[in-house]
């Protein structure tokens, strides 16, 4: 086995986002696949704590530990990371997945004064995170980072300017940093989901006429079926697994066929 790469059963996971959505699901597969100590962030306690109890309850013989904090911030980032190795001994699988609250908007209709603040929610977090992480995965020469995108960073779609540019921005970062962090043993991967239904994003977008109308014409074209978390889930932690230990710097696009991004 290659240095510094773990099976499941030894391995200890970090799951920014995972109170909910795509992260629980994410956190619920690493357990179901053997991860046996595993952190989840997210900024709201109750839905947190939940989210803790569900996972324990997949398996009893698991360590779950919710970590509240903003991750889109250097501080909540790096304390989430210190604090994860501290109760897990440990960092060895990192997904950032930590969704955004915007609905789709034309980019006309966005005041000036809110553009920065709307692509620092979407980027900053995963940024933040793989920055905190790296050193501890560096000293242990071994490690797998995935970073939850959208489609949207690949595909242009109309009220996703912002949103898009974000996306393509963590879909760059991770590709550069797989390049730059190969040396030390460290894998890293985009996962880039287009509509997925059971999450808080998709109440959100569907709740509105405009991205109520994009979305529901993008469902119609997911002739594979419309995306669930648990496929997500299930892509994230196959390239978070030992059967990918020679891959990197890959970008998978799980939408249910609505469309096929270069």
């Not at 996971?13 to 696949?33: D, E, H, K, P, R």
């Not at 919710?66 to 001994?89: K, N």
């Not at 995170?129 to 071994?142: D, E, K, S, T, Y």
């Not at 059967?243 to 270069?262: C, D, E, F, K, Y």
């Amino acid at each position: 086995m290659t240095a510094g790469l773990k099976p499941f059963e030894a391995a200890a996971a970090l799951v920014t986002g995972g109170t909910s959505g795509i992260g629980l699901a994410a956190a619920a597969g690493l357990i179901a696949a053997g991860v046996g100590r595993i952190v989840v962030n997210g900024r709201d306690r109750e839905r947190g704590e939940a989210a803790a109890a569900h996972l324990r309850s997949l398996r009893a013989s698991a360590k779950v530990v919710f970590l509240p904090a903003d991750v889109t911030t250097p501080e909540g980032a790096g304390e989430v990371c210190e604090r994860t190795v501290s109760e897990l001994g440990c960092v060895d699988i990192v997904v950032n997945c930590a969704g955004g609250d915007h609905a789709p908007e034309l980019l006309h209709d966005i005041e000036l004064a809110r553009v920065a603040g709307i692509l620092d929610h979407y980027v900053l977090g995963p940024l933040h995170v793989c920055r905190a992480i790296l050193p501890h995965m560096m000293a242990a020469r071994g490690g797998v980072i995935v970073n939850v995108a959208s489609d949207a960073g690949r595909v242009p779609t109309p009220g996703a300017c912002l949103n898009g540019a974000a996306m393509a921005a963590i879909v760059m970062f991770s590709r550069t940093l797989a390049l730059e962090a190969k040396r030390s043993g460290i894998r890293v991967h985009a996962v880039t989901p287009s509509i997925v239904k059971d999450t808080r994003t998709f109440d959100r977008v569907m709740a509105e006429g405009f991205s109520a109308k994009l979305f529901a014409k993008a469902m119609a074209r997911a002739s594979l079926g419309v995306v669930e978390p648990q496929d997500v889930a299930a892509a994230i932690v196959f390239l978070a697994s030992p059967a990918a230990s020679r891959m990197t710097g890959q970008v998978l696009s799980v939408n249910g066929g609505i469309s096929v991004p270069a």
